[in-house]
Structures are given as C-alpha cells and as structure tokens.
C-alpha cells in the first residue's frame, strides 16, 4: 500500500517552532504533489502548505504565509514543514498527503482535500503555555 510515515508534532510553546517530516513508502515522490493539512476538534479539515512534484512551485494558507514552510527531499522521499511562530489556533492533527502531478504547475490547497489520494496517519501539533 501507498503510505506515509510523519514525525515530528508534539507540544511547544506559542512563539516556538516545530518540524514535521513525512517520509512516503510504496511510490516516489518525484511524480507527486504534496501537501500539508491540518483538523482541529470540531473543523473541517484544511490545507496548509503544499509543494509541487520537483518543488519548483509551493502554496501556502493565508493564515500560514511568513511562518511555515515547506520543502522536499526527493531522494529521501520525504517532505519537511517547518512551522515558527506557531500560536495556539495552529494547533491540529498535521496530515500529508500525496497526489498525482507530474508537472511544474502549483499545488491546490484551497478545497482540495479530495485530490490529494494517499495519506498519512497525522501527527498531533499542541501549540499551548
């Protein structure tokens, strides 16, 4: 099976910084877009940051714009999100996710949740005092 394996989420100070990796299993990343969302309790799920298939092209969330990002390391089939300045609103279950885009065009975030087809299991982010 396709999967992801994430690391990285825990708790962390509001102001701090955290880094989420997430190492995909079963493909190759090189013909992949990925991105990064995120659920708190009682909201629906919502796209963060994504990154094109040779990473010529990324896309971030207004509320995340200057704060995080993200990056790929296609040898290691893995992609990174560095979150700073992190406050409590960030605070969710961080997913990523695969789709198939073979192709230097940006990522979609916005409603996309249902195009990205392969998924990881979530990594818990606590931003708290």
């Known amino acids: 099976q396709l999967q992801f394996a994430e690391s990285g989420g825990g708790l962390v100070q509001p102001g701090g910084s955290l880094r989420l990796s997430c190492t995909a299993s079963?493909?190759?990343?090189?013909?992949?877009?990925v991105g990064w969302f995120r659920q708190a309790p009682g909201k629906e799920r919502e796209g963060v940051a994504c990154?094109?298939?040779?990473?010529?092209?990324?896309n971030y969330a207004e509320l995340v714009k200057g704060r995080f990002t993200i990056s790929g390391e296609n040898l290691k089939n893995t992609v990174h999100l560095e979150m700073n300045s992190l406050n409590p609103e960030d605070t969710a279950v961080y997913y990523c996710?695969?789709?198939?885009?073979?192709?230097?065009?940006?990522?979609?975030?916005?409603?996309?949740?249902?195009?990205?087809?392969?998924w990881g299991q979530g990594t818990q982010v606590t931003v708290s005092s």
């Open positions: 079963g493909f190759i990343l090189d013909y992949y877009a």
């Open positions: 996710a695969a789709m198939y885009a073979p192709y230097p065009a940006t990522c979609p975030l916005l409603g996309a949740t249902d195009r990205y087809r392969y």
């Open positions: 990154i094109n298939y040779n990473g010529s092209k990324t």
